[in-house]
């Protein structure tokens, strides 16, 4: 073949490739619908390979995939000012959309001109870990520890059993797996999703995308969406977001750390359930609120009707819409809920100094660790201290935790998962502030029956 027919072979291919972008985003701007046409089979397969499914979408693989309706409407009122940019690898290629009126790039992936995971196209070149529950790639392999995933799979572990999930559901799950995309950088957030945000569930393809090594939260949505197998896509958030708080806490906190926070807000009135009830208010309200009060509700729910009746629940009040009727529950739980506020506990770090004997047991400088029969006590003079937890707390300059104090605050840290795992907050406790002892040392304690719930990181 002579060098000019090989120069206008690959123009031909070239102009054929610019053909199918430019009709792929006419598509999915004209005729959205139209797009489950050019799906390509290897990525429906993926997208069904948990047999999770929506009854509002035949295409699952299309959930969240090119425009949402407001950022369409918006390039048909100024369709001149979109900008498309391609990025071809082989028979790939990867289209990435710009408009004025849209706040965030918009990611369309193409294998032979079909409609493939941009997620999986864009981290191609990714480190690649697998677990027993989960496939975990990550934008720099530098900053993985084998704990993390480790600790992600015994999480799963705990949400199969709670939600009673049958043998053969969790085998397939072994099989098939979760997807968790560890981002590194904020840039490999907003270069997979679009969105400048710490995490976010991919509901078409069974995947976290994260900027926390260990994302509880979100993995919570996909694992309760995996238990019911065949839900409506949106689900109240008073029970959404609620279950996955109280199950996985939320923005880098450990559930125990969220829901003492709202057994505070709850008793001194700041905000109650009750009105959470209500979609229009729950969404309305600052999340730093609405968040932990729904995550403390759902676990008392989880607790007192059981899985059963909370799966019933749950698709009760599940649409293909968003919009919602108030929840209703019965006058026997408003009393139940009542006596759990008072009886429920979930602070780790205390301030008040328990009536046992105490004897020295570990200094690190001039920081001390001391055991009494049920509790651990620590007289800080840094405002860091790093320990590990073995049968006991043992203080060492490479520990997993790490102990953050200040004037009114106490912070314990897993610097696996880079959760929060404890925390005392003066100002939002009824507790006592801690001591300050004759030496100028912060004095706080921790049962010892809790070592185990920070050990495990969830």
């Keep these: 073949m002579t060098k000019s027919r090989v120069l206008l072979l ?235 708080v109280a199950l996985g806490g939320r923005g880098g906190k450990n559930p125990d750390v969220l829901l003492d926070i709202a057994v505070f807000i709850c008793e001194v009135g700041f905000m109650s359930p009750e009105g959470l009830f209500d979609a229009s208010y729950f969404r309305a309200n600052d999340a730093s609120f609405t968040y932990p009060v729904s995550g403390l509700y759902n676990r008392f729910l989880l607790e007192k009707i059981g899985i059963e009746q909370y799966f019933i629940l749950y698709r009760a009040y599940s649409n293909s819409t968003g919009d919602f009727i108030k929840i209703s529950f019965s006058s026997l739980l408003k009393d139940q809920w009542q006596s759990f506020l008072k009886e429920s506990y979930f602070t780790h770090v205390i301030t008040t100094d328990p009536d046992e004997e105490f004897n020295l047991s570990q200094t690190l400088g001039d920081n001390e660790v001391s055991t009494s029969r049920n509790f651990v006590r620590f007289s800080m003079i840094s405002d860091t201290l790093r320990f590990d937890i073995v049968d006991n707390i043992v203080l060492t300059q490479s520990g997993n935790f790490q102990v953050e104090t200040s004037g009114s605050e106490i912070n314990i840290r897993n610097l696996i998962t880079q959760n929060l795992v404890a925390s005392y907050a003066s100002g939002l406790s009824l507790d006592p502030g801690f001591q300050i002892d004759n030496q100028k040392r912060a004095v706080f304690y921790l049962k010892k029956s809790d070592l185990k719930i920070l050990k495990r990181g969830f």
């Design 10 to 244: 690959i123009l031909v291919i070239i102009i054929n490739l610019w053909a199918d972008t430019d009709q792929i985003v006419k598509m999915a701007i004209n005729s959205p619908g139209m797009l489950s046409s050019r799906i390509a089979p290897g990525y429906t397969e993926f997208c069904n390979r948990l047999g999770i499914q929506y009854p509002d979408f035949a295409s699952k693989g299309l959930i969240g995939y090119g425009f949402i309706e407001p950022e369409r409407q918006k390039i048909l009122q100024s369709p001149k000012e979109l900008e498309i940019n391609v990025e071809e690898s082989g028979r790939q290629q990867l289209i990435t959309v710009r408009h004025p009126g849209v706040d965030r790039p918009v990611y369309f992936a193409l294998q032979d001109s079909m409609l493939i995971s941009p997620y999986k196209l864009q981290s191609r070149d990714w480190q690649v870990h697998t677990g027993t529950y989960i496939e975990y790639r990550v934008s720099d392999d530098k900053v993985f520890k084998p704990e993390q995933l480790e600790i992600l799979d015994n999480f799963c572990e705990y949400l199969l059993e709670l939600l009673q999930v049958s043998p053969a559901r969790q085998e397939l799950l072994k099989e098939n797996k979760l997807i968790y995309y560890r981002c590194v950088a904020r840039d490999d957030i907003i270069r997979l999703t679009g969105y400048n945000c710490r995490g976010m569930g991919i509901l078409a393809e069974d995947a976290v995308v994260s900027l926390y090594p260990c994302h509880f939260h979100e993995l919570c949505h996909l694992m309760i969406n995996f238990a019911l197998q065949d839900v409506s896509l949106y689900t109240h958030p008073f029970l959404q977001e609620g279950f996955a």
